[in-house]
């Protein structure tokens, strides 16, 4: 048994066996009696009473004839004494004893005394029952108390031990059936950490494979381009400018990477806001999309007026807004729109884009946040499938939210709410 048992069964046994201690005390030092005792006080209490009341009426002849007959039926040690001293007659009487001055004698009538019922176990065995019934169950009852409390806290340290050896797959929250406690509330808090770590650590796995795949493709190309030029020096200029290229993805990639990686290492550090207007920022990267968008024939239709100025790290914001909007542009089909649209709501600015493009499947709408993660029907059109997953940390980390949804048109529509001002550092729930 853990240390912590022992001590909880010390405390709770050693309470009760000083309260049962003290009852004891009590009932010997007042001289109350003890359970089944009190009729058996009375009968003697009624006994001492009788005989003084004979020997008063009748005299001593009568009270000595009525002592022999009462020790023949009940014998109580009953007695009958007589004293020259009247003066201290009256100072005689006890709850064993009574006095009786008659004709100028003293008379005193006595029963034999009653053993202590603590001291004389053998005689006073089936006394000493109750109490002792008392005693064993308050053993039991401190042995199960203290097992109740403690077997929640044995499994609590084994899950963190479990924890401690990064086995983030253990849960204790089943361990605790049939309460319904603050430790029951603590136990599923633990299991709710425990698997956050779990899908902190998958999501970690997968990132690192999927970042080993995604540069595996170009250092393939690059490392092919170079045995051409070995082969075929004469084709230098073209397979410079394929390793161009090839570097410049490169580049993009472990940007994007590094984006990533500090937004998600820099979740509980504080934001460096400035004070900006979200809608304006918004309107320009529009007008650069808009741009772009013009070499597919793709329209963008835009709902964003007047003004919503937040506290907010300006280049996260943008890198987060810029990357819903081109995605929108590079996936909406061609000869398509995309709508756009702004709604302040008090604190909160929402956004939505929706693009004409093949959509994605419905249990696939959260899945597109993750790094890496592009819809199973998506047209290759370059990229990494990095850029969602860093919109959603951007935005989450100033206290937003960001969700898909599937138009009845077809498509899909990102919505992004944003607060006027982010929550403390650290208070975010974020997801990667």
């Known amino acids: 048994m853990p240390r912590l048992f022992w001590k909880f069964f010390a405390i709770i046994w050693l309470t009760l066996a000083m309260t049962l201690t003290v009852i004891i005390v009590i009932v010997n030092v007042f001289e109350i009696p003890p359970p089944g005792r009190d009729r058996e006080y009375q009968e003697r209490a009624f006994i001492l009473t009788l005989t003084a009341n004979v020997l008063a009426r009748d005299g001593e002849d009568a009270a000595a004839r009525f002592i022999r007959t009462s020790e023949e039926t009940v014998p109580l040690g009953l007695s009958l004494s007589q004293s020259t001293e009247s003066f201290v007659c009256a100072d005689e009487s006890s709850a064993e004893t009574k006095s009786i001055l008659k004709d100028g004698i003293c008379y005193r009538i006595s029963v034999a005394p009653e053993p202590s019922f603590l001291f004389n176990v053998v005689d006073n065995l089936a006394l000493l029952v109750p109490w002792l019934s008392i005693f064993v169950s308050s053993t039991v009852a401190a042995a199960a108390l203290a097992r109740y409390l403690i077997r929640?806290?044995?499994?609590?340290r084994d899950g963190l031990s479990a924890l401690?050896?990064?086995?983030?797959?253990v849960r204790i929250g089943d361990r605790m059936a049939g309460r319904r406690d603050e430790v029951t509330a603590l136990a599923h808090d633990f299991d709710s950490t425990a698997a956050r770590l779990q899908e902190l650590q998958d999501a970690q796995q997968r990132l690192f494979h999927d970042v080993s795949h995604e540069l595996r493709s170009p250092l393939?190309?690059?490392?092919?381009?170079?045995?051409?030029?070995?082969?075929?020096p004469a084709k230098l200029g073209a397979m410079v400018d394929r390793m161009d290229r090839e570097v410049e993805r490169l580049d993009a990639l472990v940007g994007e990477?590094?984006?990533?990686?500090?937004?998600?290492?820099?979740?509980?550090?504080?934001l460096k806001t400035q004070t900006l207007d979200v809608v304006e920022l918004l309107n320009e990267i529009l007008g650069d999309a808009a741009f772009e968008a013009q070499t597919r024939d793709v329209s963008i239709t835009k709902s964003v007026d007047g003004a919503f100025r937040a506290e907010v790290e300006?280049?996260?914001?943008?890198?987060?807004?810029?990357?819903?909007v081109r995605?929108?542009?590079k996936y909406t089909a061609e000869h398509s729109r995309i709508s756009v649209s702004c709604e302040p709501s008090?604190?909160?600015?929402?956004?939505?884009?929706?693009?004409?493009?093949?959509?994605?499947?419905?249990?696939?709408l959260e899945r597109i946040f993750q790094p890496f993660s592009r819809g199973k029907e998506a047209v290759p059109r370059g990229g990494y499938g990095l850029g969602l997953a860093i919109t959603r940390q951007a935005v989450e980390r100033h206290g937003g939210r960001?969700?898909?949804?599937?138009?009845d048109g077809g498509g899909l529509a990102i919505t992004i709410e944003l607060p006027r001002r982010p929550p403390p550092a650290g208070s975010v729930d974020h997801q990667v």
Do not use: M, W
Request: include cysteine.
């Open 152 to 156: 929640p806290v044995v499994h609590l």
């Open 220 to 232: 393939s190309r690059l490392q092919a381009a170079v045995g051409v030029l070995r082969q075929s």
């Open 402 to 407: 960001v969700h898909a949804s599937l138009p």
């Open 346 to 364: 008090g604190e909160r600015l929402k956004i939505c884009v929706a693009d004409q493009g093949p959509g994605v499947k419905r249990d696939e």
């Open 164 to 169: 401690a050896h990064g086995r983030f797959d």
């Open 314 to 324: 300006g280049e996260l914001i943008y890198r987060a807004l810029e990357n819903v």
């Open 257 to 270: 990477v590094l984006t990533l990686a500090k937004l998600t290492a820099g979740s509980c550090l504080p």
């Open 327 to 329: 995605n929108a542009v």
